[in-house]
């Protein structure tokens, strides 16, 4: 059985800084591409970055460049989401997921498993 569960997220204010981790089970987790995704409250989800399956290559979304860093530890089957500056506009629960592919996927139907999501409020 494939798990996938998300951690990291919490409450804090702009400007702060949260790291998610998600921990894979069930799957060989350096053959899938990994990705992170959000959903506000009466917004569709949406893509926040990817990371190759090697670790070797990854992609953000341009509203995060240079403030969200995607990185994975294939020895400990997680993945991890490093978010500095934190806006009110980022308010919104984080979801992983996992690919069956080696490159960066931006496309949420790419994605076969799914986590349950972790909530991420900013306060400003």
């Known amino acids: 059985q494939v798990r996938l569960v998300e951690s990291g997220g919490g409450l804090v204010q702009a400007g702060g800084s949260l790291r998610l981790s998600c921990v894979a089970s069930?799957?060989?987790?350096?053959?899938?591409?990994m990705g992170w995704f959000r959903q506000a409250p009466g917004k569709e989800r949406e893509f926040v970055a990817s990371?190759?399956?090697?670790?070797?290559?990854?992609e953000c979304a341009d509203s995060v460049k240079g403030r969200f860093t995607i990185s994975r530890d294939n020895a400990k089957n997680t993945v991890y989401l490093q978010m500095l500056d934190l806006k009110p506009e980022n308010t919104a629960v984080y979801y992983c997921?996992?690919?069956?592919?080696?490159?960066?996927?931006?496309?949420?139907?790419?994605?076969?498993?799914w986590g349950q999501g972790t909530q991420v409020t900013v306060s400003s």
């Open positions: 069930g799957l060989p987790f350096s053959n899938y591409a």
């Open positions: 997921a996992a690919a069956f592919r080696r490159s960066t996927q931006k496309n949420a139907s790419q994605y076969t498993y």
């Open positions: 990371i190759s399956a090697s670790g070797g290559s990854f």
